[in-house]
């Protein structure tokens, strides 16, 4: 924190900054310190990576006039250190002591040849100034809250919050309307947004001085994000060779470490990538649920690992296992926004099981940062088609935007898909400039890794004391993807052929040539849904109610749209996307934890860690893999469950032992009452009123003589759950597949 106007720090400022580092400490397990000078207090927890004895901060110059705290890597510090000053000293083995002794030469243009992920903030005692900084993607965060008196700081929003001058307001309107929110298939570079009202988010790539005396900002742009226009020379096996050999040295880089560094290896081609040409042979880490079972990710994970003779360790979620209502709350109040989801949550529980199994690891390498920059969503944009759809899709998500600012004048590209109007007339209508709409894809791309992907990597990560490291981010990388020529992009670009491509030596042809799989989509992406259901619907939809409860929640939300929502997603988990209602009960979570700050998080209880599954031979154990991940949470006995409405149950006098179950008027499946004698008579007993346990005990049976079919039939969409008899709501069991 700092004061502004000439003002010192007044009294309980070292209370403040105890609290403040209190709620970051789960950042920096290894050690806590603390600077006081004039009108500035530094706070700072440290994760020793690099020199763990001799490396603390807050770092300073031997005069005392700079004062640094930074928070990640600064790869290239030997290089930036070699080429100081004759007679520079380096007092300690930090990677980020360089930065003060290239500030003192360079001034705001003290990063521009750093490579690494970090943000900072430095203290110019001579120009009375403060500085802040962040790399070039955004890796590591960064956030203030300035009034007339001082400003606040921290790696996370939650600290911030510990002064009580600190506004602690949703910006419901600004969240709403956030295009990562909405889903809306257009084209968004705005600055990401803090989600929070009057809390600042440091600009990536950029060096923010604060003129302590006058309150003067002043911000300085170190890096721009390159323009993809093509504007680079050389065939095609030159450019993959390029790409190749970039990503090694960022895969080398990112390892560096005094300390052992693991890797999340997913079964695409990234994460194969990086595991592929890491230096060191990482400990690998495989999510193994009901989706990535059967999209074939984890599979992909350990023919990998074995392939290049890695360890990988098979993380168990099975379908039993749902986040409780406080393990959600925490969650959430971890990572601090609404895009709080299942891709963030599995990989916070990796986390979570590295930390307890294999706590001597404090880096994981990841493949995230790939997709967005090297052509990893072409295929999907193109529906279906070759880079020409791909291309026109693009194109027409340019015009969607210009369509959303000027909705009177944009309708005419509503009536048919030749507009009779020209797009020029749109564009100037809507006051934009002639944008590439390919150019445009990348630069959303690129809020997009700020808003979404960093954030949730750096938490999830820094949650459980480890570091999350991202050689795909690195800008040599992009520049060089951002310059491929444009009659170079459908070989290179496309499917990320430059990626593939320059592994075909180094992985296995049915690895490199692999389909992209999102993390939990895919054919078994409904286990995920339905883990999710379950969580929202546990204890009379507490989650929900919770989230409704705010002044900001009852003004902007439709509390009986979100209930009915609920109650759709948990009779037809198809039914919607579970993760736009997420998303809401988020904001609302989230608003009422502002209100009523929750415990520290290295305080507060945990689940259970997740376990390992040990797998020698993936075909041979298969059986026994599906059936530790698929085990099926059973039917509650005080459900009441009933035939859904597209659903009849018939049969012919011509032969009264066969029932037929009739699905939106075709026969799907046939019941045999000689064979099932007590199913037929409870399908037929069904009122929508009456529990499954009394309806049994009326027909003097077990409940657990139908539980398989009562979850075959409730998973086909059959059977749909009404409510729950008593007083504790239980979700409705899902699982498994009912045969035909």
Request: aromatic letters at 8%.
């Amino acid at each position: 924190m700092a004061s502004l106007g000439g003002r010192l720090l007044g009294a309980g400022t070292d209370e403040l900054l105890q609290r403040m580092t209190g709620a970051v400490a789960h950042r920096g397990p290894d050690g806590r310190e603390f600077h006081r000078s004039g009108p500035v207090g530094l706070g700072f927890v440290r994760l020793s990576l690099v020199d763990p004895v001799g490396g603390g901060q807050p770092l300073s110059t031997e005069d005392g006039s700079l004062v640094l705290i930074a928070n990640g890597e600064i790869y290239n510090h030997r290089e930036l250190a070699a080429g100081l000053p004759p007679g520079t000293r380096l007092r300690t083995g930090s990677d980020c002591e360089v930065l003060l002794h290239l500030y003192r030469r360079d001034g705001v243009r003290f990063l521009d040849r750093v490579r690494g992920m970090f943000s900072l903030v430095l203290w110019d005692r001579d120009r009375n100034r403060l500085v802040f900084a962040r790399d070039r993607f955004g890796i590591k965060p960064l956030y203030y809250h300035r009034n007339h008196d001082r400003i606040v700081f921290s790696s996370e929003i939650k600290a911030l919050f510990e002064d009580p001058a600190c506004p602690r307001r949703i910006d419901w309107a600004g969240a709403l309307s956030d295009q990562m929110m909405t889903g809306a298939l257009v084209f968004d570079d705005s600055a990401p947004t803090s989600w929070f009202s009057d809390i600042e988010y440091a600009p990536a790539a950029c060096v923010v001085t604060i003129d302590l005396a006058s309150g003067e900002t002043d911000t300085h742009r170190y890096w721009s994000f390159p323009r993809f226009d093509g504007a680079r020379t050389g065939s095609e096996k030159e450019l993959i060779g390029a790409y190749r050999d970039t990503l090694a040295s960022s895969v080398a880089e990112c390892g560096m470490a005094d300390v052992e560094v693991g890797l999340f290896l997913s079964g695409g081609i990234d994460s194969a990538a990086v595991a592929a040409l890491a230096v060191e042979k990482p400990r690998t880490f495989t999510a193994l649920n009901g989706s990535t079972l059967l999209n074939g990710d984890a599979e992909y994970g350990h023919q990998i690992a074995t392939h290049l003779g890695l360890v990988n360790h098979q993380v168990l979620f099975d379908a039993t296992a749902t986040p409780g209502v406080e393990e959600w709350k925490r969650f959430v109040w971890l990572l601090e926004t609404p895009l709080a989801g299942p891709e963030a949550y599995y990989k916070y529980e990796l986390y979570r099981y590295v930390r307890a199994h294999a706590p001597e690891i404090k880096a994981m390498l990841l493949g995230g940062g790939a997709d967005e920059f090297n052509g990893g969503y072409s295929v999907s944009f193109a529906g279906g088609g070759d880079w020409g759809d791909f291309l026109s899709n693009i194109d027409r998500m340019a015009m969607r935007g210009l369509q959303h600012r000027r909705p009177d004048l944009g309708a005419w590209w509503e009536q048919s898909d030749l507009s009779l109007v020209r797009a020029s007339a749109l564009r100037d209508a809507a006051g934009g400039v002639d944008r590439d709409p390919y150019d445009l894809l990348f630069r959303w791309k690129y809020r997009d890794v700020q808003q979404y992907n960093c954030w949730h990597e750096d938490r999830t990560a820094a949650g459980n004391g480890i570091e999350a490291r991202v050689p795909f981010l690195d800008h040599r990388l992009v520049e060089l993807t951002a310059a491929v020529p444009e009659a170079l992009r459908p070989a290179l670009i496309w499917d990320k052929q430059i990626l593939r491509r320059g592994m075909v030596d180094l992985l296995p042809p049915e690895v490199v040539n692999r389909p992209k799989v999102p993390f939990f989509y895919g054919e078994g992406v409904l286990h995920t849904y339905r883990t999710f259901i379950r969580m929202l619907a546990q204890q009379g939809d507490a989650l929900l109610e919770q989230a409704l409860c705010g002044p900001g929640a009852r003004d902007f939300l439709d509390a009986g749209n979100i209930r009915s929502s609920l109650r759709r997603l948990r009779e037809d988990p198809t039914s919607g996307h579970v993760e736009f209602l997420l998303r809401v009960v988020n904001l609302g979570l989230l608003e009422q934890m502002t209100n009523e700050l929750p415990g520290h998080p290295l305080g507060a209880g945990a689940a259970s860690v997740p376990e390992r599954i040990v797998v020698h031979d993936w075909d041979l154990q298969l059986s026994e893999t599906e059936a530790s991940v698929l085990r099926r949470p059973p039917v509650a006995p005080n459900a009441v469950v009933a035939l859904a409405d597209n659903v009849l149950l018939l049969h012919s006098p011509a032969d009264p032992a066969s029932w037929y179950i009739v699905v939106d008027g075709a026969i799907e499946f046939v019941v045999d009452e000689t064979e099932s004698p007590v199913w037929l008579a409870l399908l037929r007993a069904l009122d929508g009123v009456r529990s499954i346990a009394s309806l049994l005990s009326e027909l003097d049976s077990d409940p657990d003589e139908v539980q398989e079919l009562l979850l075959e039939a409730i998973d086909a969409g059959v059977l749909v759950h009404v409510r729950t008899v008593g007083a504790a709501e239980t979700p409705a069991p899902v699982m498994a597949g009912l045969g035909s």
